[in-house]
T-cell receptor, first 114, second 113 residues
Framework: KAGVTQTPRYLIKTRGQQVTLSCSPISGHRSVSWYQQTPGQGLQFLFEYFSETQRNKGNFPGRFSGRQFSNSRSEMNVSTLELGDSALYLC?????????????FGSGTRLTVV | AQSVTQPDIHITVSEGASLELRCNYS??????LFWYVQSPGQGLQLLLKYFSGDTLVQGIKGFEAEFKRSQSSFNLRKPSVHWSDAAEYFCAVPSGGYQKVTFGTGTKLQVIP
């Protein structure tokens, strides 16, 4: 079966702009989590959605938001981009057991803010 | 909160040599523990997971890990490393409920011929 699909793979944006990243989970998985990965901070949890509801949120400013659709696809949005938002954004899907049973990750979206 | 520590930032081994990557966890009860691998420019792939029961866990790609409660450790091992194993390895533990995972800082593995 198809894996986790993230689009686009690469993005270059200017400070102050906004960006939307997309994630399609493995078929049948209803939980989608988002992580930010940077060399300085490592992997940091952004948020998790299950059946269109946000169940958990990390310590990120309100500029970071997300949503999940009825087909489990998820999007995350970052508004008013800052240079520090440059990172690899990873989407992970899991079944109803959630993160306890392990994630399947997408290849990520590499966001560069200039 | 649950956390994991990976004391080695970078490890270099020769191809064919054995490998052990260290992970220490901080949690009172028996934790769920994971090892993930990330190749350059890619997402993470789950290597293996520990829930309970047998303390020696077998994973994919010939990796195994041993849970040692007395040492609060969950070290990853492989008897003979291949050049394709060069990657970054992350130990992880669920935290803040079951919807969130805390990752270690990662150990970058270099394999030399």
């Amino acid at each position: 079966k198809a894996g986790v699909t993230q689009t686009p793979r690469y993005l270059i944006k200017t400070r102050g702009q906004q960006v939307t990243l997309s994630c399609s989970p493995i078929s049948g998985h209803r939980s989608v989590s988002w992580y930010q990965q940077t060399p300085g901070q490592g992997l940091q949890f952004l948020f998790e959605y299950f059946s269109e509801t946000q169940r958990n949120k990390g310590n990120f400013p309100g500029r970071f938001s997300g949503r999940q659709f009825s087909n489990s696809r998820s999007e995350m949005n970052v508004s008013t981009l800052e240079l520090g938002d440059s990172a690899l954004y990873l989407c992970a899907s899991s079944d109803e057991g959630g993160a306890n049973y392990g994630y399947t990750f997408g290849s990520g979206t590499r966001l560069t803010v200039v | 909160a649950q956390s994991v520590t990976q004391p080695d930032i970078h490890i270099t081994v020769s191809e064919g040599a054995s490998l052990e990557l260290r992970c220490n966890y901080s949690y009172g009860a028996t934790p769920y523990l994971f090892w993930y691998v990330q190749s350059p420019g890619q997402g993470l792939q789950l290597l293996l997971k520990y829930f309970s029961g047998d303390t020696l866990v077998q994973g994919i790609k010939g990796f195994e890990a041993e849970f040692k409660r007395s040492q609060s450790s969950f070290n990853l091992r492989k008897p003979s490393v291949h050049w394709s194993d060069a990657a970054e390895y992350f130990c992880a533990v669920p935290s803040g409920g079951y919807q969130k995972v805390t990752f270690g800082t990662g150990t970058k593995l270099q394999v030399i011929p």
